[in-house]
């Protein structure tokens, strides 16, 4: 569908297959919808510049190519933007002599947007090698430029187009081809011969054909090599070779497709995002290590200064994301990125604050530093993966990027004065305050504190640049009076693909497995059944493992669980109640679905408040924490019951079950109830027993 009018109560949409016929949704209906799995949204997808981005391009996403190939395009896209600064300063021009005088100055402008100035690089070892990237000459520029300009500023126009290119002529004649498929048919045979005996049949087709080509005067075929036809044999349908080899029942019982229901999923024009070390020394651990480590260690224990990454909003100097980080690195950064479009309220709740924190939404423009965690390709990658537009100011300047700067300076004088250990602003002022003795707080007490403050304190106190409007009263009042946002919320399917760490997954008949649990799809199925390729790319958010988002061929799409009742469920809870069943039934290789639900529904709210604060800490779920989890969750959770049909266990545990006699029991019952005197009268046969003797 497309836009026909948007208002301030809703948008009028229009079915692009079918013009006239209209349909019309609130906003409150856009963003449920939004956020759907099966929801996809393009901004400014019927824009002519926007067409000409995506013409001939072979992804929609900056995020989704391979890191060589978006480093590249980035690189690009930097040169482009500094080149058009330059030439709105007047320091440049699009001509050779004009380039030839601004090239250095174009060389600086590209190391600054890159990060890769001498202030801003990270420093190296001694004797490491600084790779930097040669300018393109005025001619290749110039045709960047004007492509880059065409496409609406677009970096998906820059990406470099050797996808295309190589000989695409035929390699193989008409007849060296029919005769090549030919080793298809050879293997797929009720006979099953193995790969090796078809080639050489393959091969001996060649050479037949050949010799009646020679006599007949012609001219022969070029004989392609055993790993040619090998290729040739492996790009065939599975499920045709399968069914011809051993049948189309056997195929069919091989190739089962599993089915499950479906599944379903705010505004912020400039927002300012930065790092900052703690002035407070504390603890690197969480406190559930500590309290159980005996004294001597504890005395011995590692202290050290946290990195705070925050997000705030500058219209309502709202704080819209915050994170603990061991270092400045891209990917605490990303998902401190990722909170930005996330309800928080949760989180605060289980730091037991008393009011909600509820800001999130799209973004509009994102500002941030030259640090090295921001110019990084991954994080720009997911920002331009997001539409969002990034703004990075020169390093230096800090007033480009006050709001930030000034909560950290807020931060600073109301906070830390009342925390232990803490570092003051520098040496002179710290003077020979004993920190490091006086370091108490481990991260989880950290991040407790630092929800508290900003949740019930910073967001309900009266702000000088709000004329003494709370942040909280801005921002309920600016929602109340734009129904509009400047960007919606990506949808789910977005989401997944822009922040989800690539994961590969072997393709099975139920689909795809991830934690244990199975997701499926009909691209999924597809593929299992005609695609030679066994393996697909999966990216799943820990916060949601209901549905994840699988990489057919070239295109995402979202696979549902085949295991209702996981929606909404953290990769943390289903762990944890995966490890309690598992040490209750370990023999137990396969487990019920809903006994993992309600094993999870008994998880203790205590763990449910310590598995959302560890998630703003350094101790969260990592990618190599996931690698390593398989291990344990590499049998699936099954869900058979419910896949099968069956009706729901009664409450009673006797109805429905049988009664199971011992052979022979029936006779000896009926003998008994005939003669019962008889029965009773005999005398107990006296048997022989084993004793232990201590005489012999």
């Not at 944890?576 to 039934?585: D, F, L, P, Q, S």
């Amino acid at each position: 569908m497309r836009p026909v009018e948007i208002t301030s109560s809703g948008g009028i949409f229009e079915r692009v297959g079918q013009p006239g016929i209209t349909e019309t949704f609130s906003h409150e209906e856009l963003s449920e919808l939004i956020r759907r799995p099966d929801t996809s949204y393009y901004p400014a997808y019927f824009d002519r510049a926007s067409q000409e981005a995506r013409r001939g391009q072979p992804v929609q996403q900056i995020s989704e190519l391979p890191p060589r190939v978006r480093r590249l395009a980035l690189w690009r896209k930097a040169v482009c933007d500094a080149f058009l600064t330059l030439s709105a300063s007047g320091d440049i021009n699009r001509t050779h002599d004009g380039f030839a005088r601004g090239r250095a100055k174009l060389s600086e402008e590209v190391q600054r947007l890159l990060g890769e100035t001498p202030e801003t690089r990270r420093p190296a070892k001694p004797g490491t090698d600084i790779v930097t990237r040669q300018l393109p000459g005025s001619r290749t520029l110039f045709q960047w430029v004007r492509k880059y300009e065409k496409a609406g500023f677009s970096a998906l126009a820059l990406i470099p187009a050797t996808h295309r290119s190589g000989n695409k002529a035929p390699r193989w004649c008409p007849r060296a081809e029919a005769l090549m498929n030919q080793v298809i048919e050879t293997y797929a045979d009720t006979q099953r011969p193995t790969k090796t005996q078809a080639i050489k049949e393959n091969v001996a087709l060649f050479e037949a054909e050949n010799k009646r080509r020679v006599d007949a005067g012609a001219e022969a075929l070029a004989i392609p090599s055993a790993a040619s036809i090998r290729r040739r044999l492996d790009m065939a349908d599975p499920f045709y070779v399968y069914a011809k080899r051993h049948g189309a029942a056997a195929a069919a019982s091989r190739f089962t497709l599993f089915d499950s229901g479906p599944d379903v999923q705010y505004p912020l024009e400039r927002v300012e995002m930065d790092e900052n070390r703690l002035d407070v020394i504390s603890l690197l651990t969480l406190s559930g290590i500590w309290d159980h480590l005996p004294r001597e260690r504890q005395e011995r224990f590692e202290s050290g200064r946290r990195w705070l990454y925050i997000a705030i909003d500058c219209a309502t100097k709202c704080v819209v994301s915050m994170r603990l980080a061991e270092t400045p690195n891209s990917d605490d950064a990303i998902r401190a990125l990722r909170d930005i479009f996330e309800d928080k309220t949760p989180i605060a709740k289980a730091a037991g604050c008393e009011s909600t924190w509820r800001h999130h939404g799209g973004i509009g423009t994102l500002v941030t530093d030259m640090g090295s965690a921001f110019v990084s390709d991954d994080f720009q990658g997911t920002v331009t993966s997001l539409g969002v537009t990034a703004h990075l100011p020169p390093a230096g300047l800090p007033w480009l990027r006050g709001h930030i700067e000034s909560f950290f300076r807020t931060l600073g004088h109301q906070l830390m004065p009342l925390l232990a250990g803490r570092t003051f602003f520098d040496t002179v002022q710290r003077g020979d305050y004993p920190s490091e003795q006086l370091a108490c707080l481990c991260d989880d007490d950290l991040i407790t504190i630092l929800l508290t403050y900003i949740v019930d304190i910073y967001h309900n106190q009266p702000h000088g640049s709000l004329k003494g409007e709370t942040p909280n009263a801005a921002w309920a009042r600016l929602v109340a009076e734009h129904d509009t946002a400047p960007a919606p919320v990506p949808d789910g399917l977005t989401l997944r693909k822009a922040f989800g760490r690539p994961l590969s997954r072997k393709l099975r008949g139920d689909g795809v497995m991830f934690s244990g649990l199975t997701y499926s799809c009909d691209a999924l199925r597809e593929a299992f059944l005609h695609s030679p390729e066994r393996s697909v790319e999966i990216r799943a958010d820990l916060r949601d493992i209901g549905w994840i988002a699988v990489k057919v061929g070239a295109t995402w799409y979202p696979a549902i669980a085949n295991q209702s009742g996981f929606a909404g469920v953290s990769y943390d809870q289903l762990r944890e109640g995966m490890r309690a069943i598992r040490h209750k039934y370990r023999k137990d290789a396969l487990i019920d679905a809903p006994v993992v639900l309600r094993a999870i529904e008994r998880i203790s709210e205590a763990n449910r408040r310590a598995f959302a604060l560890r998630e703003l800490t350094p101790f969260h779920v990592t990618d190599a924490d996931v690698e390593r989890s398989q291990a344990a969750l590499r049998y699936p959770v099954r869900s058979d019951a419910e896949r099968l049909g069956h009706i729901s266990p009664s409450s009673d545990p006797l109805a429905d079950g049988i009664q199971i006699s011992p052979r022979g029991t029936a006779s000896n019952e009926t003998q008994n109830i005939a003669a019962p005197d008889d029965a009773h009268s005999k005398k107990r046969e006296r048997r022989n027993r084993w004793r232990f003797n201590d005489d012999e």
